[in-house]
């Protein structure tokens, strides 16, 4: 594969997740509680809403009765990434997150950001996400684009991951949602 010179050229995406997966999913995130969503600033080293209270919220399931179809369909989504842009230079990944879940309801969004995230690997695991993987869970909603670049806006479908690096060279945001409630994951691979 030759070089690519065009950021766009680095964004993928791709259908690893059935209906039934995704269907099955939303309704068990509809029973359960989310938490308000959050930035960290590591200059003040505190996490706020970027936007007051139009945040769509999140939520790690780890008792999602769904995740390990989830973590499979991840899993495909990242060697398809890794087949198309494999170099010198990008070789493959260690490892991926757990889904992040979120939800927004009427006029909620997610501000422009990155994820070039210092505090995600913290723990046993340290570094930095390399690529960042945004599933779409539902489409029954309207508003709520995925946008990349202040004015790249992806269409998305349910069952859709949308892959991308997680530098700030990707700026992102979801446009607020107008109706309906929307469904979505992410996960990060280090």
């Given at each position: 594969?030759?070089l ?10 791709i259908?690893t997740m059935s209906k039934?997966?995704c ?5 068990y995130?509809k ?9 960290y ?11 007051g209270d ?5 939520i ?16 495909d ?12 230079w990008y070789?493959?990944w ?10 927004y309801?009427?006029?909620?969004e ?14 046993e ?25 202040d004015d ?6 349910q069952g859709n991951?949308?892959?991308f690096?997680?530098v700030f ?14 469904y979505?994951?992410?996960?990060w691979?280090?």
């Amino acid at each position: 594969m030759g070089l690519m010179h065009n950021l766009k050229d680095y964004i993928f995406v791709i259908n690893t997740m059935s209906k039934e997966l995704c269907s099955e999913t939303v309704e068990y995130l509809k029973t359960i509680e989310f938490d308000e969503n959050t930035f960290y600033n590591p200059n003040t080293g505190v996490s706020a809403p970027k936007s007051g209270d139009s945040e769509a919220e999140y939520i790690y399931a780890e008792e999602c009765p769904t995740k390990d179809g989830l973590m499979q369909a991840i899993w495909d989504g990242l060697l398809e990434y890794h087949n198309k842009y494999r170099s010198p230079w990008y070789d493959g990944w260690n490892g991926y997150s757990s889904p992040r879940f979120n939800r927004y309801k009427e006029t909620k969004e997610m501000a422009l950001h990155c994820d070039h995230i210092h505090t995600l690997f913290d723990g046993e695991i340290r570094g930095i996400p390399i690529l960042t993987c945004i599933g779409l869970l539902n489409d029954d909603f309207a508003g709520g684009e995925f946008v990349l670049f202040d004015d790249h806006s992806i269409d998305l479908k349910q069952g859709n991951m949308i892959f991308f690096p997680s530098v700030f060279l990707y700026p992102h945001k979801v446009n607020p949602v107008t109706k309906g409630e929307r469904y979505s994951f992410a996960s990060w691979s280090w």
